[in-house]
């Protein structure tokens, strides 16, 4: 009889066991993905801004931090952490993605079952595919939304997400601060992916042969900002409400605009998007609970530095006061071990979860949910941590840190 693998499929059966063997890693759904969705949409997700170099950043660095493994204790490795009073089974959550359906039509109603399968956070995005509403009705307290800004009528659409957070029992709001402007895009332009979108004879090509996508777009409908449809006058057909988006929304808050919604909203508060110390100690100082430290993976500025580099700086100043996250890279349990060494309490993937749906359909965010939670309980016992609180002593090399200065 063959020696059982502890990467085998185990306990699992049919095709949850046959995607052990498919689709073991990060690598193999982006692989797949980019087979089975029209090639616009492929590189709306995977394209950064400018030249890409931000993108290929944020893996560098993550790639070039050495944890040295130690030994000498065997404990039962447990993979899960309390999280504003919440319990989730592994610290690695979904973060948000506007537009999600272009590369899964359907993609975030599959997020919050990938979230309520792996009892994971899922950040749902002001500009996701389905509403806040319908994504707390699968995914529970396991839902945090993030806001954009929409300033006019004194933020009457801002608060009105609130509210609705609120009724819907979202555990966490999540304020983007890193798109102050619409990022350049160029794979995007080159393939006009623009507002209002017309197809060209290229596109319709690309959708003919990405039957799986395609099939995907007949059941599910045109992609949607469903957050947002009730907000516009008129029809809120996708042109209709891509305009409307494109002349509202803001994508960033000024810190009195933060400390307003902490006296808005009683649960937990973050802000995404801050990569600078004084900007976390903004944060603190206008009520946040936590910051998301990102750096949008890599799609606002090709300048920014990767958030792996400049979260030590920004524990040093905050430490304590505010809890850290970070995204952007994050693509398996080994990155996740990575930058909770640094001092992350917890991370999210972005690309990665889009890429499951896209490689494996609805079913691909629980399979990813399922893979990067053994790779992190496995990752974890080699650098001889045996709990999430246990990567705070490991020993590491981090060459990149970024100098802030005293
Ligand atoms: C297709 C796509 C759409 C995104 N849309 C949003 C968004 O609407 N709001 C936001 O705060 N971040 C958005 N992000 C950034 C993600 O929340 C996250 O910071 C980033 O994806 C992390 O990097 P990773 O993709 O390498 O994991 C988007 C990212 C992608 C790839």
């Given amino acids: ?12 059966s049919g095709r949850a066991a046959r995607l052990t063997y498919a689709a073991p890693t990060y690598e193999f759904l982006e692989k797949r993905a980019r087979r089975r969705v029209p090639g616009f949409a492929f590189d709306f997700v995977q394209g950064g801004t400018g030249a890409d170099w931000g993108v290929d950043e ?3 660095v993550l790639d070039a931090v050495q944890i040295v493994p130690r030994y000498g204790e065997l404990e039962k490795v447990e993979t899960g952490v309390e999280i504003y009073g919440r319990r989730y089974d592994v610290p690695i959550g979904i973060a948000p993605t506007g537009m999600d359906a272009l590369i899964w039509p359907g993609s975030t ?12 956070p899922y950040i749902t995005g002001t500009l996701a595919n389905s509403t806040l509403e319908e994504v707390a009705e699968v995914a529970g307290g396991n839902t945090w939304l993030q806001l954009y800004g929409f300033p006019r009528e004194d933020h009457r659409v801002t608060f009105d997400l609130i509210a609705r957070a609120k009724t819907a029992g979202v555990s966490a709001i999540v304020a983007t601060l890193d798109a102050p402007v619409r990022a350049k895009r160029p794979r995007d332009l080159h393939n006009r992916l623009v507002v209002p979108f017309r197809p060209t004879p290229r596109t319709v090509w690309q959708v003919a042969t990405a039957p799986h996508w395609a099939l995907a777009l007949l059941r599910n409908g045109m992609p949607r900002f469903a957050n ?7 029809r809120p057909t996708l042109d209709n409400v891509a305009g409307f988006v494109q002349r509202e929304l803001k994508g960033t808050f000024s810190w009195e605009e933060i400390a307003r919604m902490r006296r808005e909203w009683d649960g937990a508060l973050l802000v995404k998007g801050v990569l600078h110390p004084d900007d976390a100690e903004e944060a603190v100082k206008a009520g946040a609970d936590g910051i998301l430290v990102s750096n949008h993976g890599g ?15 920004i524990r040093d100043r905050v430490d304590g006061r505010t809890d850290l996250f970070l995204d952007s ?5 080994l990155d996740a071990v990575r930058a909770m060494a640094l001092g992350a309490r917890a991370v999210f993937c972005g690309r990665a979860y889009l890429y499951a749906l896209a490689a494996l359909g609805d079913g691909g965010g629980a399979h990813f949910a399922d893979l990067i939670r053994e790779e992190f309980a496995v990752a974890m016992a080699q650098s001889g941590a045996w709990s999430p609180a246990g990567l705070g002593d490991v020993t590491f090399r981090h060459p990149g840190a970024f100098d802030f200065g005293a």
């Fill in 329 to 333: 890279g994050v693509r398996s349990g």
């Fill in 109 to 120: 109603m599959a997020l919050a079952k990938a979230a309520a399968h792996g009892n994971i």
């Fill in 228 to 234: 947002i449809d009730r907000y516009v006058d008129g």
């Fill in 58 to 60: 944020n893996r560098r």
């Fill in 299 to 313: 799609r606002q500025s090709d300048a920014a530095p990767s958030p792996v580099d400049v979260l030590p700086g």
């Fill in 1 to 12: 009889m063959a020696a059982k693998s502890a990467w085998g499929p185990g306990s699992k």
